[in-house]
């Protein structure tokens, strides 16, 4: 699995970032049997999971970002985005993007700093 995550960058509190993730080459009946998921992990902390999205849309979403980030995604593009809205200096971190439960190989990821 070979994901690209971008859209990271420097952003103050309370304003909004949308990362975006494609699998350009991976088969589309690959992708589409996948759930898929953002991940993040900050300095000196585990990496965690920050939202999910099944082949058909249902969500999900951890208690620190619920309300706040908004996950989708578009099969026929085999991309997936995070909408980050209201962010917050402890949502600074490295955002990857994996399959859920992710595969053992990860890609680049992409930074995001929020300022306070």
């Known amino acids: 699995v070979q994901l690209q995550a971008s859209g990271g960058g420097l952003v103050q509190a309370g304003g909004s970032l949308r990362l975006s993730c494609a699998a350009p080459?991976?088969?589309?009946?690959?992708?589409?049997?996948?759930?898929m998921a953002w991940y993040r992990q900050a300095p000196g902390k585990e990496r965690e999971s920050v939202a999910s999205i099944t082949f058909r849309g249902a969500t999900n979403y951890s208690d620190s970002v619920k309300g706040r980030f908004t996950i989708s995604r578009d099969n026929s593009k085999k991309t997936v985005y995070l909408q980050m809205n209201s962010l917050k200096s402890e949502d600074t971190s490295v955002y990857y993007c994996?399959?859920?439960?992710?595969?053992?190989?990860w890609g680049q990821g992409t930074q995001v700093t929020v300022s306070s």
């Open positions: 080459r991976m088969i589309t009946s690959v992708y589409n049997s996948y759930e």
């Open positions: 994996n399959t859920n439960p992710p595969s053992k190989k």
